[in-house]
């Protein structure tokens, strides 16, 4: 990334404007970045681990001890780790050496087609929440902006038959983002006008678009498809379903959406360090307090960051729904995760248009390759496999938030040497 | 002496007649609106709930040209939605309301409160101390499958309050570790708690119990008879068959009110959220203290969650918990952070899905769409209260010491 922000990045954390001390808590005891092992050696270690290097080894240090806790636990349960990773891995798609192979090359296409679908929505879904951040937020409503999103987008694409399909897509897209907008704006809206924090807020807008949804298409319900025992809408019709990807194959073939989230991730980058809303936004998420004295309005700030992280978690709905899924029945609504996981991906990927690109990647790939479809019972039941993933990801987002503590795990193992003869206090006790 | 006291109570009368005391009449009124179409009283004349909701309109708006924007808006909101949920019941049949609102209703809030008055009470130990909660969902879910996880194994329900527990503490200690050793974001350590809790519970599940799910005949935790309270008039035959988890949370919630405010133990507590560094001076370890408060919560949201596996529902299922944690976070807040407000906070929720609950059997309106009042109820109470609530001091930020 850009130069600029390394400098902004010596705490990669969220901001402390986030938490409900309110706004400008950055007073006199807040965190330095002092390390333990003591002494300007810690210090320094901790410093060279928030920086350039730092922000790739921390998040890789994070996944690696999230995946060797996840093993132990699949040891404990009485499968093979080595075998239950290789089983996973072997069905994203990913590895590179069964494209030589004449065989196994279709079937590996497939499964990394299956990857890419899910990599989309997870890439809107991780700018969704990363957006927010950087506005000193911590945005858990990205699953609710994200269903309100597939469900207007489905709305369209059901209605309006006989558009053309460019248009139609445009439309039920716009349609997509402007649900997600609302949904997070009203969180943005209640920040700004009465303080109302937002973890709480989203998670009751998340609940909200859960039952709302699955009251729009249960049996009886406003949109529920023609078969009047099946709790399930309309599907999408062809002028509004997504095109396929350039040399897709198989029952779900990969469509374009792929390169409109790869594409987010630029106008994410785009909107926050070249404009001045990204300006305001990062101001406000840095200091806000600092932010208001500038001059930058602070409430509109969080109004329009939240809006905008709804409008991408929106269109990650709309993707969902015309280029994979068609239709939805009352019982996927509760089950989808997809905002979820962008929390861990936004986390993981620390904010950043790149680091949100491997972390999907990585999440996605995990998804895939713990599905039902991918994963052979025997190996690993997938049933299992689905959890293990979870606590993975809960893993990820615990070590990736505690720079500290890979600080400690590697002053543990490698002494190093004070950098001054005087060991002045220790940043942690003990 | 006479003098104060005269003083104190002029002052009462004059706030009676304050634009906030009145916004607040306002408020009531609206609900009187909808009060006076239910059983006992089942006024079937329109006009009554029709006079109610205009007055209730007047004083809310009397209360917001006089700056007290929120409470009027609010006055104004419960008279529009009184008058019209009056008109809505008064075209019903008596006795299908009488479905909806009897003494059930009485029960079936206090068995959704209980939960969420386990877990507020343990945010408030938290949040009191400086420590965000947000993983009292994941505590209280980790409680709900340990909980019925140790009471198969130990063949009795106390033993599976252990469990509970014992596993609610540890997600604690772990989230303890990172927000006070290693000064993550405490929201963000609650966030992976949630949801270390949610993949934990849901392998484990899956792992012991396979597609059978828990067993039925689980020890559950008893209801307690007490004879002498059967015979009051209206509520005998709820609270005298309830829960013992009901009642411990009774007593949990005055035990917890006189610590925090009437023992040394909760003045220290209360000044390590509120200043650390001035606690640190006067010789109390901020991070025991932060320990010990964090810990507790866990244990006491993971007895929330415990209640619902082998008290309230009978088994576990994946996720049981649905945001229940979240709505207890929304109470402590809504309560000011204090144990009797909390709790009102709980029972406004309770009532709201128990309500919730029983409309589904009589009204003819969907279950889902019923299922979101709990949570639009928590949004609304949170934007009428936020406000004026004011959180610990030092909340959210780690401590430094030195």
Sequence with gaps: MSTDEGSEHERPDPPEGGVPGGPGTNRSDAPTGGGPGGGGGGERLARWFSGRIGGFLVPAAAAFLAFLVGGVVVLATGHNPLGAYKAIFEGTGLNVASYFSED??????????????VFTPLVLGAIAVAFAFRCGMFNIGG???????LFAALYVGVNFDGLAAPLHILLASVAAVAAGAIWGGIAGFLKAAVGAHEVI????????????GQYLFELGGPLQGANPSVPRSETVVESAQLPEFPGSTGLQPLHIGVLVAVSALAVYYVILNRT??????????FNPEAARYGGIPVGRNYFLALAISGAFAGLGGAMDVLGWKFTVATNDIQVSDVGFIGIAVALLGRNKAVGIFFAALLFAALRTGTSTRQLDAETFPPELAGNLS???????ILFVGAELLIVYIWGARRRFRPAGPVRIQPGLKQ | ??????????????RLTEPRSIGILGIVLGLLAFWLALPPWTVRFEGAPIAAGIAAAAAGLWAFMRDERRIGTFALVAAALGTAA???????????LEGVVSVGLVAATLRYATPLAFAALGGIFSERAGVVNIGLEGMMLAGAFFGIFAAVKGEHWTVGLLGAMAAGGLLAAI???????LRADQIVVGTAINFLALGVTGYLFRYIYKEEGTPSDVSRIPELSVPGLRDVPFLGDVIGEMSLMIWLVIILLIVGYLILFKTPTGLRLRSVGEHPKAADTVGISVFAVRYIAVISSGMLAALGGAYLSIGFVGSFNENMTVGRGFIALAAVIFGKWHPFGAAAGCLLFGFSSGLAQRLQGEADISANLLSTLPYVLTLIALVGLIGRSRPPAAVGRPYVKG
Excluded: K, P
């Design chain 1, 104 to 117: 196994s090359r279709q079937s590996a296409w497939g499964d990394l087609q299956q990857t890419l679908i």
């Design chain 1, 143 to 149: 699953q609710g902006q994200y269903l309100v999103g």
């Design chain 1, 201 to 212: 807020t989203t998670i009751m807008l998340n609940w909200i678009a859960v039952f709302g």
């Design chain 1, 276 to 285: 001045t809303l990204g300006y305001g936004v990062r101001a406000v998420g």
């Design chain 1, 390 to 396: 979870t606590m993975i990801q809960a893993l990820i």
């Design chain 2, 1 to 14: 002496m006479s003098a104060v006291a005269t003083e104190r109570q002029d002052g009462r009368l004059a």
């Design chain 2, 86 to 96: 009056a008109i809505w019941a008064q075209g019903r049949e008596v006795s299908s």
């Design chain 2, 175 to 181: 989230h303890a570790f990172f927000s006070i050793h």
